[in-house]
Every structure is written in structure tokens, then in C-alpha cells.
């Protein structure tokens, strides 16, 4: 069983940044590839960036490449999404998730992770 609780949200103005974490327990003796998602009101949830165990690999969706960075602190069990120049867009619920399969690939797709955390609110005001 791993948990996964995500910080961080809030309201901020367009323009602004804003640094969500997700904190891992439970099985955390490995790393996992980890994911963000976000789900905006209405809509499905959208892939943001992936990061692989160690650190090196990374990936983003199109709409947040060169404004958001992934990364993660293993000591810690946290990982990261630094968000930077945010735009009312990217208002949504932002999920973090982890994949335990320990392969190479990072998934972009929600059906590739297996826990979820329970989100944390973004709000980008214009």
C-alpha cells in the first residue's frame, strides 16, 4: 500500500508560480516513477509531467513544457511540480500518482499509475 499526499495549491494571479509536493508512504523502500495530473472542473484528467525513480528521466504534456519542472528528493519521498508564468488554464484539482511496476517507460496516461493522492486545488485568478 502506498499513500501519496499532495500541498502546495492555492489561489495566485496569472503570471504568478506556485510549487505543489507530494509526500510518498507505505511501501517506499523503492522509488516508483511518479506523475502529476491535473482535472479542471468538468473536464478528464489531464496528463502534466512524469519523472522516473531516479530522477533523470522526465516528461511533460505540450501545454506546461518550459514553464513547469518535475523533479523529486528520494531522502525525502517527496516529489515536486514547480510551476512557473501560470495562466487561468491551468486551473484544475492537481493529482499526483505513482506507478509500481518499476519499468522504464513513464506513462502518460492515468491508467498507467496505480495510487493516487486525493489532489490539491489550483486557482489561477486573471
Known amino acids: 500500500q502506498v499513500e501519496l499526499v499532495e500541498s502546495g495549491g492555492g489561489l495566485v494571479q496569472a503570471g504568478g508560480s506556485l510549487r505543489l509536493s507530494c509526500i510518498t508512504s507505505?511501501?517506499?523502500?523503492?522509488?516508483?516513477?511518479m506523475g502529476w495530473f491535473r482535472q479542471a472542473s468538468e473536464k478528464g484528467r489531464e496528463f502534466v509531467a512524469s519523472?522516473?525513480?531516479?530522477?533523470?528521466?522526465?516528461k511533460y504534456a505540450e501545454s506546461v513544457k518550459g514553464r513547469f519542472t518535475i523533479s523529486r528528493d528520494n531522502s525525502k519521498n517527496t516529489v515536486y511540480l514547480q510551476m512557473n508564468s501560470l495562466n487561468p488554464e491551468d486551473t484544475a484539482v492537481y493529482y499526483c500518482a505513482a506507478d509500481l511496476n518499476l519499468g522504464l517507460v513513464l506513462f502518460t496516461t492515468s491508467s498507467g499509475y496505480d495510487y493516487w493522492g486525493q489532489g490539491t486545488q489550483v486557482t489561477v485568478s486573471s
Open positions: 507505505g511501501r517506499t523502500s523503492t522509488s516508483y516513477n
Open positions: 519523472i522516473s525513480a531516479s530522477g533523470r528521466t522526465t
